[in-house]
Structures are given as structure tokens and as C-alpha cells.
């Protein structure tokens, strides 16, 4: 399994702004991703983040928007740049550890004004 | 295209009972399949997972049936308690990356 923690777990934010999300996880993984939920709604996936290689963007998301660091294997950073309204959701850092099981960080809540 | 559905967004049940949450997938080569449970301010937690090789699969009064011929799979809580409130999703894995259902609202009533 892994333990995943992420900072700031909340925030407000003013439109036109940035927030960069913090991701930690207890182990090295070399798979990690990044998603967003927005409320009452799944998961979509925003970008896989593999340490050593550049992150790879789902259909939708592009990396002026939401670019990524992934410096080592224990930990990553999504930014939100040029926040609007519409971004205001919950982003979920997410592992996998093995081949199959997955494991999600406890989310940051995002509200922008 | 692929996508994972689920049948009911919302599902009330009384304490004790036992609860059936339901889920459909499309992608016949899907050969993994995983269980998550999200409350309230939390991210998704693993619950079961189950391969496709298996019919069912049992964990701690967890249940998962997988029906490939259908594509349909299932997940039974046995004696459902209160700290079962959550948002259940189910999610189509194995060598892709997980496709998330819509989710289930799972309300258990005192």
C-alpha cells in the first residue's frame, strides 16, 4: 500500500490566480497520477506524472493550464494556473505502487472566486 | 468507446441489511476490476479488486461478483453499517489506467 498526503488541503482562491497542489507519498513509486473531481461527479484523469519522463495529458487538459513537477519518486506538484471559477473542484494525487492497486491522496478542495 | 457505468446514483438501505451496489462496463478485454469507497471530504479508498479469471471474490463483508458474460460486476456489503456511508465507484483497471463510474451514493439509515 502507500500513504499519500497533500497540501493545502483547501483553498480559496481569486480568479486569475495560481495554486500549486503538493503531493507525498510514504514510498517511491514511479507511476503516479493526477486527477480532478468536480463536485458530485467521478474522477477524471488530468495527466499521468512518471518520474524521469515529461507528464503525459489526458484529452482536455494541457500543460500551460495544469503543469506538473515530479522531481523525485516520493513526490509531485500540480499547478493551477489561471484559475477561474470552472476550476473549482476537488484534485486528487494518486499512486500505483504494483502493477494493479491504486491508492488516492485525500484531495484538495479548490474553490475559486 | 470504453466506459464504466453504474446503474442506480443512489442507493438507501436500513442498518443490518445487506446492500447490492451494481456497475456495467463496456470493454470486453477489461481483465481488471476495482472497488472504491469514498466518504465525505476523502479521497477514494481500494476496497476489492477482482481479475477476470475470477467469477467472485470475498474480502471482510465484502463481496464482488464479476458476470463477463453481461459485463456486468457487483459489490455486496454484508450487514451494512452506518460507517458504510459513502460513494461507492467502480473502476476498470489492469493494465490501463483506471476508468472511473459515476459512483453510488450508498445511504444507510440508523
Known amino acids: 500500500s502507500a500513504v499519500i498526503s497533500q497540501k493545502p488541503s483547501r483553498d480559496i482562491c481569486q480568479r486569475g490566480t495560481s495554486l500549486t497542489i503538493q503531493c507525498q507519498v510514504d514510498?517511491?513509486?514511479?507511476?503516479m497520477f493526477w486527477y480532478r473531481q468536480q463536485p458530485g461527479q467521478s474522477l477524471t484523469l488530468i495527466a499521468t506524472?512518471?518520474?524521469?519522463?515529461?507528464?503525459?495529458?489526458e484529452s482536455g487538459f494541457v500543460i500551460d493550464k495544469f503543469p506538473i513537477s515530479r522531481p523525485n519518486l516520493t513526490f509531485s506538484t500540480l499547478t493551477v494556473s489561471n484559475m477561474s471559477p470552472e476550476d473549482s473542484s476537488i484534485y486528487l494525487c494518486?499512486?500505483?505502487?504494483?502493477?494493479?492497486?491504486?491508492?488516492f491522496g485525500p484531495g484538495t478542495r479548490l474553490t475559486v472566486t | 468507446g470504453e466506459s464504466v457505468g453504474l446503474h442506480l446514483p443512489t442507493l438507501s438501505v436500513q442498518e443490518g441489511d445487506n446492500s447490492i451496489i451494481n456497475c456495467a462496463y463496456s470493454?470486453?478485454?477489461?481483465?481488471?476490476f476495482i472497488w472504491y469507497k469514498q466518504e465525505s471530504g476523502k479521497g477514494p479508498q481500494f476496497i476489492i479488486d477482482?481479475?477476470?479469471?475470477?467469477d467472485k471474490r470475498q474480502g471482510q463483508r465484502v463481496t464482488v461478483l464479476l458476470n463477463k458474460t453481461v459485463k456486468h460486476l457487483s459489490l455486496q456489503i454484508a450487514a451494512t453499517q452506518p460507517g458504510d456511508s459513502a460513494v461507492y465507484f467502480c473502476?476498470?483497471?489492469?493494465?490501463?489506467?483506471?476508468?472511473f463510474g459515476r459512483g453510488t451514493s450508498l445511504i444507510v439509515h440508523p
Open positions: 494518486s499512486v500505483r505502487p504494483g502493477s494493479y492497486e491504486q491508492y
Open positions: 514510498s517511491q513509486v514511479t507511476m
Open positions: 470493454n470486453s478485454a477489461s481483465d481488471y
Open positions: 477482482i481479475r477476470s479469471n475470477m
Open positions: 473502476a476498470e483497471g489492469g493494465s490501463y489506467i483506471p476508468t
Open positions: 506524472a512518471n518520474q524521469g519522463s515529461e507528464a503525459t495529458y
